[in-house]
């Protein structure tokens, strides 16, 4: 198979991750005999450095050109780099907005799954990460409080910030249906994630996902309140299996649960539309705090391009090798920084990368 990609590099640590999912994605080319032919186009700090824009049109027309896009991160330290001295529409952050909306992206799926042999990088107590846990979020990616009115200006002479949190019925229901059919391939679970006993957006995702919830009687179906979420989160995590939510709440709950993992290092992220179309990407940001380093832990990368051959390209036996190659550095007892317990031997972001490719 041919597959054509957009790669947007980006910022910190995206060009090292980067690299090494296509390390990993050209060792499957040569095993199983794809090729992948990548266009590389900027987004983020890198592009404003280049173009003054976070995206250009020119690079959203490049990216709808392809069949996926695969991403490493964008944006800078958010104190002290001068980006975040443009004004909010010329940031790094709002490249990765824009082209969200533009390629309508609005299923993020953020699978978290504890490695067994990651148990002692779990942060939850011993028999609490012992049950372990295997969950997707599904996280609304076009809408709510991110995409919504926003505005600071005086009113009555006092200065007041404005952001408004929209939702339509329709907008609920694509990524609902989205949430059960994932679900009827896994545990037949979703748990919706709102705050309905205070916003009326919350309230209109109740009815709405209820009723989308009917017409998939072999599913459970469950509404937990978010604050409720981040505690049973750390509780007890193996009770989730789809936890579907809005864009904000998915954001940061996903944070959380990829730390329960590991590391936020080892969650992958598919951004997906109606189409076979999608974005690929860690869930993590640009680490600034490490990047240049080499020091980087690629595997949310790498299980990103994972998603992307199952569904954007249909190679199920493809990205089963790319996830099975990483177990198997894991049981073997190879660990980024990140992931490593205090005094254990590390591994540099691209050697992971070979030693993940060489498992192929
Ligand atoms: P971050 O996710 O970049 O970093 C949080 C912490 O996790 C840091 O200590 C970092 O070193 C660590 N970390 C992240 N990825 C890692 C990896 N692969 N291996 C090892 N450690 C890793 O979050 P932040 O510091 O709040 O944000 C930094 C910048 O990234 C901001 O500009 C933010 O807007 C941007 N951001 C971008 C994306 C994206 O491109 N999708 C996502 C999140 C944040
Ligand atoms: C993510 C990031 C982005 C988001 C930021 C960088 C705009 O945190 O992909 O999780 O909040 O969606
Ligand atoms: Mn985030």
Redesign the pocket.
């Known amino acids: 198979m041919i597959c054509n990609l957009a790669v947007i590099k ?5 060009p090292e ?1 980067v690299t090494e999912a296509m390390k990993v994605l050209d060792k499957v080319g040569e095993k199983f005999g794809h090729t992948f032919n990548y266009e590389q186009i900027l987004m ?1 700090g890198c592009s404003i450095d280049a173009t003054g824009e976070p995206l250009t049109d020119e690079a959203v027309a490049i990216a709808k050109s392809k069949d996926a896009v695969l ?8 104190q002290t ?1 001068p980006w975040y001295k443009l004004p909010p529409e010329k940031r ?2 709002a490249g ?1 907005l824009k082209i969200r909306k533009e390629l309508e992206l609005f299923a993020n799926l953020r699978p978290a799954y504890l490695y067994p042999e990651l148990k002692e990088a779990c942060p939850l107590k011993e028999s609490v990460a012992a049950q372990g846990f295997d969950m997707m979020i599904m996280r609304e990616l076009t809408g709510g409080l991110y995409f919504g009115d926003r505005y600071t200006k005086e009113i009555d002479g006092v200065v007041t910030a404005v952001d408004t949190l929209t939702y339509t019925e329709k907008e609920i229901r694509r990524i609902a249906i989205k949430g059960f059919d994932i679900a009827m391939k896994r545990r037949k679970k979703v748990t919706l994630v709102d705050k309905a006993n205070v916003l009326d957006s919350s309230r209109l995702w109740r009815k709405i996902v209820a009723e989308v919830a009917a017409d998939y009687p072999e599913v459970e179906f469950e509404t937990m309140l978010v604050d409720n979420a981040a505690m049973q989160l750390v509780k007890n995590p193996s009770q989730f299996d789809v936890m579907l939510t809005e864009n904000m709440f998915g954001d940061i709950l996903s ?1 959380e649960a990829s730390m329960i993992t590991g ?3 080892m969650l992958p992220s598919a951004s997906l539309n109606e189409t076979k179309f999608g974005m690929y ?10 990047a240049g380093k080499n ?7 790498i299980l990103s391009a994972a998603m992307m051959l199952r569904y954007t390209f249909d190679l199920d036996k493809e990205a089963d090798a790319i996830e099975t190659a990483v177990k198997k550095v894991l049981e073997e007892g190879y660990r ?3 992931i490593a317990k205090p005094g254990e031997a590390q591994v540099k972001c691209d050697e992971m990368g070979s030693l993940i490719a060489d498992r192929i």
Do not use: K, W, Y
């Open positions: 980006g910022d910190g640590i995206g991750v983020g991403l490493g991160s964008i944006g800078g330290n958010t780099s790094p952050e990765l944070d590391s936020i290092g990407e860690p869930s993590g940001g640009s680490a600034p705090d490490i020091i980087a832990n690629p595997i949310a990368t980024t920084i990140d």
